[in-house]
C-alpha cells in the first residue's frame, strides 16, 4: 500500500512455522518521478507475513500473517524516520485464534477505516475489531461464511469496505472461496459516540455516558457503549471524544 508518500512492502517467507521469517518495509517515495525509493524501516512481522495495512495518519500499522495459527499484529510506527526512531516498532497488540476466540486457520487481508479493524479470518468468515485503543482491540461484530470444518484456506480470503453517503461504514463484500460473493451490514458493528442517534455527537450524548458509566454488562448504545461490547467504559468516551462535534 502507498499513503502519504511511504509504501508499505510486505514479504512473505514460505515457511509455515511461527519461526519462519517474514518482514515488512517502509519506503519514502514521495520523489518517485525524480528519484529511486528510499528504504526508511525494514523490521521481522513474524511468519508468513502477507498483507499490510496502515492508518491514514501513518502512526499504526496492521499486518495479517497468512499460515496455520496465523497472527495480526498492531504496530505504532509514529516514529519512524524521528530522530528517537527504535530499530523494530512497538508491537502493540496481537490477535490470533486463541485471544479472539474462533476457530479458523488463517487471518487473512486487514481493512481499516477510522478506529474500525476489518479482518477477512477464511474458516471464521469476517471478524470487526474497534482499535480507538490499538493495545486492546475489542471485537465489535463477525458474520462466518463457511459452516465446513477448519481446513486450510476455505471460506472468506478477502473483504472490501462500502461506506454509506456520510462517509460511515456500511457495507462489507465479502469474497468466500466456496460461495462467492456475500455482502453484509456491518452498521451495527461500527463504532459511533451518537448514543442517542440524532446525527450528531455531542454534549446530549456525553451526559447519556455519564449517566451510565460502569454498567459492565448488558449495555445498549442509547446507555453509552459506544463501541459495541456491551459495556459502558473509557473506551466509549474515547470514540465520543474522536468524533465529538462530528454531523451526519
Given at each position: 500500500?502507498?499513503?502519504?508518500?511511504?509504501?508499505?512492502?510486505?514479504?512473505?517467507?514460505?515457511?509455515?512455522?511461527?519461526?519462519?521469517?517474514?518482514?515488512?518495509?517502509?519506503?519514502?517515495?514521495?520523489?518517485?518521478?525524480?528519484?529511486?525509493?528510499?528504504?526508511?524501516?525494514?523490521?521481522?512481522?513474524?511468519?508468513?507475513?502477507?498483507?499490510?495495512?496502515?492508518?491514514?495518519?501513518?502512526?499504526?500499522?496492521?499486518?495479517?500473517?497468512?499460515?496455520?495459527?496465523?497472527?495480526?499484529?498492531?504496530?505504532?510506527?509514529s516514529?519512524?524516520?524521528?530522530?528517537?526512531?527504535?530499530?523494530?516498532?512497538?508491537?502493540?497488540?496481537?490477535?490470533?485464534?486463541?485471544?479472539?476466540?474462533?476457530?479458523s486457520?488463517?487471518?487473512?487481508?486487514?481493512?481499516?477505516?477510522?478506529?474500525?479493524?476489518?479482518?477477512?479470518?477464511?474458516?471464521?468468515?469476517?471478524?470487526?475489531?474497534?482499535?480507538?485503543?490499538?493495545?486492546?482491540?475489542?471485537?465489535?461484530g463477525?458474520?462466518?461464511?463457511?459452516?465446513?470444518?477448519?481446513?486450510?484456506?476455505?471460506?472468506?480470503?478477502?473483504?472490501?469496505v462500502?461506506?454509506?453517503?456520510?462517509?460511515?461504514?456500511?457495507n462489507?463484500?465479502?469474497?468466500?472461496?466456496?460461495?462467492?460473493?456475500?455482502?453484509?451490514?456491518?452498521?451495527?458493528?461500527?463504532?459511533?459516540?451518537?448514543?442517542?442517534?440524532?446525527?450528531?455527537?455531542?454534549?446530549?450524548?456525553?451526559?447519556?455516558w455519564?449517566?451510565?458509566?460502569?454498567?459492565?454488562?448488558?449495555?445498549?448504545?442509547?446507555?453509552?457503549?459506544?463501541?459495541?461490547?456491551?459495556?459502558?467504559?473509557?473506551?466509549?468516551?474515547?470514540?465520543?471524544?474522536?468524533?465529538?462535534?462530528?454531523?451526519?
Amino acid at each position: 500500500i502507498t499513503l502519504n508518500g511511504r509504501m508499505y512492502v510486505a514479504s512473505k517467507d514460505n515457511g509455515s512455522t511461527a519461526f519462519s521469517s517474514g518482514t515488512t518495509t517502509i519506503y519514502d517515495v514521495s520523489n518517485i518521478g525524480t528519484a529511486a525509493p528510499t528504504l526508511m524501516k525494514q523490521f521481522a512481522t513474524g511468519a508468513r507475513t502477507h498483507t499490510g495495512q496502515v492508518s491514514l495518519d501513518g502512526n499504526l500499522l496492521v499486518v495479517a500473517q497468512e499460515r496455520s495459527n496465523g497472527e495480526v499484529r498492531l504496530y505504532d510506527i509514529s516514529m519512524i524516520d524521528e530522530p528517537n526512531d527504535l530499530d523494530t516498532p512497538t508491537l502493540l497488540s496481537v490477535l490470533n485464534r486463541t485471544n479472539v476466540g474462533i476457530d479458523s486457520y488463517s487471518p487473512h487481508h486487514p481493512h481499516l477505516h477510522g478506529d474500525m479493524l476489518i479482518l477477512s479470518w477464511y474458516n471464521a468468515g469476517v471478524q470487526i475489531f474497534n482499535i480507538a485503543d490499538p493495545t486492546n482491540p475489542i471485537r465489535t461484530g463477525s458474520f462466518d461464511t463457511y459452516t465446513g470444518p477448519t481446513n486450510d484456506y476455505d471460506g472468506n480470503w478477502g473483504n472490501f469496505v462500502q461506506l454509506n453517503s456520510e462517509g460511515i461504514l456500511q457495507n462489507v463484500f465479502l469474497s468466500d472461496r466456496t460461495k462467492g460473493l456475500i455482502v453484509v451490514d456491518v452498521s451495527d458493528a461500527a463504532s459511533t459516540g451518537d448514543f442517542n442517534q440524532d446525527n450528531i455527537v455531542d454534549g446530549t450524548d456525553f451526559l447519556a455516558w455519564q449517566r451510565n458509566a460502569g454498567v459492565t454488562n448488558d449495555a445498549t448504545l442509547a446507555m453509552g457503549d459506544g463501541n459495541r461490547d456491551k459495556k459502558v467504559g473509557s473506551p466509549d468516551l474515547d470514540v465520543w471524544k474522536f468524533q465529538f462535534g462530528e454531523s451526519g
